[in-house]
């Protein structure tokens, strides 16, 4: 294929017309003619230049960066390229391989600087370790298009987005941990604009973002499996998804986790196809809305789902867990859930351990839980108390099960039980004797 970057200009020379496109933008509002590279027979393509502008400063270094008074552009094998660049320093060069020498500026001084990119660049990737942290801002995004393997501004910590054009997302279904750890971006309003109805991809996009909030419920995501982690640590997010189409969503394990801000209505989602909910919730600490109406029947794993939601207390009594294998850590911390859950089918639970640590607030019934496949249950209610009537129901409840596991380790927290009945049998002669649990609780009174 054969790139260049050029114009064609229409002057008359010895009264011979020589025929080309002279388009000043500034004057006429209208776009320079360049190509984007070559077609099979080796001839031009040519385009309307639309530039992605960003500013670099080269004095951000870090291990693995270029050197102070350098930018390297994070181009990416299997990339196509061929643009110009103009660094902003009075230099250009012509970039057509990702493994080009020229595709790392050296300047005279270290300092910040504009550049201009014009041409054709698909493939874009930092991953860590070369020039994250000297990219500042995104003032258009021009003809930038991302590739496919995410990553795209991964550790970009000092990256911001003024840009008010629309990222071309044409060709990339992958937007997996795009703007990780971009610990200062906040985000631009055209940002809802983005077409990303063919992502399939969204695991981590705002991972570590701890200052993004920028509108994006506008977005088309029916296509999205993966959501895993994409609010995780985004500690300012808080705006309203509950347009998202997440019927095909699998995959939602810690998609709000320490995410502190987070309280909006997401009622109304279809997650009837998530099998993964792990520390969904997980120290989101304002989150506490209702989710009673979820179909939550193809979820196996809730393994700290809403471990450290200080305030969450709504009403999930309907839930279907019926598939549901871990519910460890499910409520730790969580300290004011007190909803009634006794009537879940939690038959197919193997661990439970820690599920309730620390939940003060925590005094159900749950003697008709089928505990017979729970082979862990350390620290289950540490340092909360049931009252005497509940404890007294779990133990007879419990014991009144065909079978259960032998060796269980079983922490009842403060809880205490009524001397001389059943839930003193239950406990010492039937737990303890038959299945030889052993029971950490506040004893008989």
Same mark, same amino acid.
């Given at each position: 294929?054969?790139c260049?970057?050029?114009?064609k200009?229409?002057?008359?020379i ?36 639309n ?16 050197n ?5 552009l ?11 660049v ?7 060069d ?8 020229e595709k ?6 270290e300092?910040?600087?504009t ?5 054709s ?47 071309n ?8 941990r ?9 985000g ?6 983005w ?9 981590g ?14 977005w ?15 500690? *300012? &997010? /808080? %705006? =309203? @998804?509950?347009g998202?189409?997440? #019927? !095909? $969503? +699998? ?24 099998e993964?909910?792990?520390?969904m919730?997980?120290y989101?600490y *304002? &989150? /506490? %809305? =209702? @989710?009673?109406?979820w179909?939550v #029947? !193809? $979820? +196996? ?14 009403n999930?009594?309907?839930w ?15 300290y004011? &859930? /007190? %909803? =009634? @859950?006794g009537?879940?089918?939690? #038959? !197919? $639970?193997t ?5 309730f640590?620390?939940?003060?607030s ?16 350390v620290?289950m209610f ?12 779990l ?10 596991q032998?060796?269980v380790?079983?922490?009842?927290g ?6 001389g ?25």
């Open positions: 294929m054969k260049e970057i050029m114009m200009k229409s002057i008359i010895g009264g011979i017309l020589i025929v080309a496109i002279v388009i000043v933008g500034i004057i006429l509002g209208l776009f320079f003619l360049l190509p984007k590279g070559g077609d099979d027979n080796g001839q031009p393509i040519y385009y309307s230049g530039f992605f502008i960003s500013k670099w400063n080269t004095s951000a270094t870090e291990s693995g960066s270029s102070s008074n350098q930018v390297s994070p181009l990416v094998s299997g990339g196509t390229y061929c643009f110009n103009d660094w902003g320093d009075g230099t250009t012509l970039i057509t391989n990702y493994s080009q020498s790392v500026h050296t300047y005279s001084s300092g910040v600087y550049i201009r990119i014009n041409g660049i698909n493939g874009w990737n930092f991953a860590y370790g070369t020039d994250e942290l000297k990219i500042m801002e995104i003032q258009k995004w021009g003809d930038l298009r991302l590739g496919n393997l995410g990553n795209y501004f991964a550790g970009c910590a000092n990256l911001e987005i003024t840009a008010d054009d629309t990222l997302l044409n060709g990339t279904t992958d937007l997996n795009m703007f990780m750890s971009c610990v200062n971006l906040v631009h309003e055209s940002m809802n604009n077409d990303v109805s063919k992502i399939t991809d969204m695991y996009v705002f991972w570590h973002a701890h200052k993004f909030n920028s509108s994006i419920g506008d088309d995501v029916s296509k999205v499996e993966k959501m895993r982690n994409l609010f995780c640590r985004a500690e *300012s &997010f /808080n %705006q =309203d @998804i509950s998202w189409d997440v #019927s !095909n $969503v +699998k995959e939602m394990n810690s998609m709000f986790g320490a995410a502190h801000s987070f309280n909006q209505d997401i009622s109304g989602w279809d997650v009837s196809n998530v993964d909910m792990q520390g919730f997980n989101a *304002s &989150f /506490n %809305q =209702d @989710i009673g109406d179909n #029947s !193809n $979820v +196996k794993v809730m393994t700290s789902m809403f471990n450290g939601a200080r305030i969450f207390d709504q999930i009594s309907d279907d867990v019926s598939n549901v294998e871990s519910m460890e850590r499910m409520f730790i911390n969580a004011l &859930f /007190n %909803q =009634d @859950i009537n879940w089918d939690v #038959s !197919n $639970v661990t439970m351990k820690m599920m640590y620390n939940s003060t925590f005094d159900q019934d749950i003697g008709n839980w089928d505990v017979s496949n729970v082979t862990t249950m620290d540490q340092y909360i108390q049931l009252s005497t009537v509940n404890y007294d129901s133990l007879i409840g419990w014991n009144n099960l065909t079978t259960l032998n060796g380790s079983f922490n009842g403060l809880s205490t039980y009524t001397a009945g059943d839930a003193e049998y239950a406990h010492d002669v039937i737990l303890e004797g038959k299945y030889e649990w052993v029971i950490t609780d506040g004893g008989s009174v």
